[in-house]
């Protein structure tokens, strides 16, 4: 059955996986060779080669946002369209439906995260650069995967327990947030929403991988 929710969700999302992928294959090497690093071991060599990898690391935290974005949130829409006829034709409960729905999105994400390695591998072995410095193409690869997984999880979650009411809910708690913002600064002069940041991407927070080192080339 895994099989079959699995090879639906790939028919849905291989264009934008097929995408994603392309993006996260060339984002290395192209980002770094942008940079022009020059060769050498002084002190612009590093600093060129520091900043391309921090470029590097950006992008592809934010590709690991959108790819999650894209496999949560494309099912449900197409089965919301289609009346979830695809999930009532199953002979399966609908808590079983939603834990292989989200077991074959999660699967599917290993897609692009086996794309982040490729293209680092790539990109450590084209590119030129200070023996002080390293690369790192598995370590931003499990990044990319762990982060997309986050990313995938929550917006999975908000989506299957709100149902319909998902985008109000949504948009409640932005503009909640605003307020709880703005009330804080003119009260207390802090920022609640800060500290809250600051709390779930901390350790033990759910969301520390979004703050670690997303680095291709570091020390």
Do not use: C
């Amino acid at each position: 059955m895994f099989r079959q929710v699995l090879s639906t969700h790939w028919k849905w999302a291989q264009l934008e996986l097929g995408v994603y992928s392309v993006i996260a294959f060339v984002i290395p090497t192209a980002f770094m060779k942008a940079m022009a690093v020059p060769s050498g071991a002084n002190e612009s060599t590093i600093l060129s080669a520091m900043q391309g990898s921090v470029g590097v690391g950006i992008v592809i935290g934010a590709l690991a946002f959108i790819a999650a974005t894209t496999l949560s949130v494309r099912p449900w829409i197409t089965d919301h369209a289609r009346g979830h006829a695809f999930a009532l034709s199953l002979p399966i409960a609908w808590p079983t439906f939603v834990r292989l729905r989200f077991m074959a999105g999660a699967t599917l994400l290993l897609v692009p995260a086996v794309a982040v390695w490729l293209g680092g591998s790539l990109a450590s072995l084209a590119l030129t650069y200070p023996e002080t410095l390293h690369a790192y193409p598995v370590s931003i690869a499990l990044r990319f995967l762990s982060g997309s997984l986050v990313f995938y999880s929550a917006i999975f979650a908000v989506q299957y327990i709100a149902g319909k009411r998902a985008p109000v809910i949504v948009a409640g708690t932005l503009a909640a947030i605003l307020v709880l913002e703005l009330f804080g600064q003119g009260i207390t002069g802090t920022s609640p929403v800060l500290a809250v940041w600051n709390a779930v991407t901390s350790w033990p927070g759910p969301f520390e991988v979004l703050t670690v080192r997303w680095m291709l080339i570091d020390v």
